[in-house]
């Protein structure tokens, strides 16, 4: 069964940039893609971006694109989130998460198998 550990995140002005990691640990033979998603505090979980681990294709939510980009290294079976330009409300707590079988960015993330622990960003004035 698939581990992700993810690390990164914290609190950074409005405008600046971090960079999200999501490290799987176990041998992840089955998984087609991995996404990030976001949740702020009494709304719902949303889709940020996705990757497909095969051909690196990418998805990534509107409210995102072109600041947010996500990346594979698939030597170290490793997911990134680099997020530049980052606004107030792109706070929240953040999660990765992988997919045996279905890959889209539908709210909640209810097509995905396996979550990371959740990392909070925090964007301030």
């Known amino acids: 069964q698939a581990q992700l550990v993810q690390s990164g995140g914290g609190s950074v002005q409005v405008g600046g940039s971090l960079r999200l990691s999501c490290a799987a640990t176990a041998y992840t033979p089955a998984i087609k893609c991995m996404a990030w998603f976001r949740q702020a505090p009494g709304q719902e979980r949303e889709g940020v971006a996705l990757?497909?681990?095969?051909?690196?294709?990418?998805n990534t939510a509107a409210s995102v694109r072109g600041r947010f980009t996500i990346s594979r290294d698939n030597d170290e079976n490793t997911v990134y989130l680099q997020m530049d330009s980052l606004k107030s409300e792109d706070t929240a707590m953040y999660y990765c998460?992988?997919?045996?079988?279905?890959?889209?960015?539908?709210?909640?993330?209810?097509?995905?198998?396996?979550w990371g622990q959740g990392t909070q960003v925090t964007v301030s004035f």
């Open positions: 998460a992988a997919g045996r079988s279905v890959c889209t960015l539908r709210p909640r993330g209810d097509d995905y198998d396996y």
């Open positions: 990757i497909y681990t095969n051909t690196g294709n990418t």
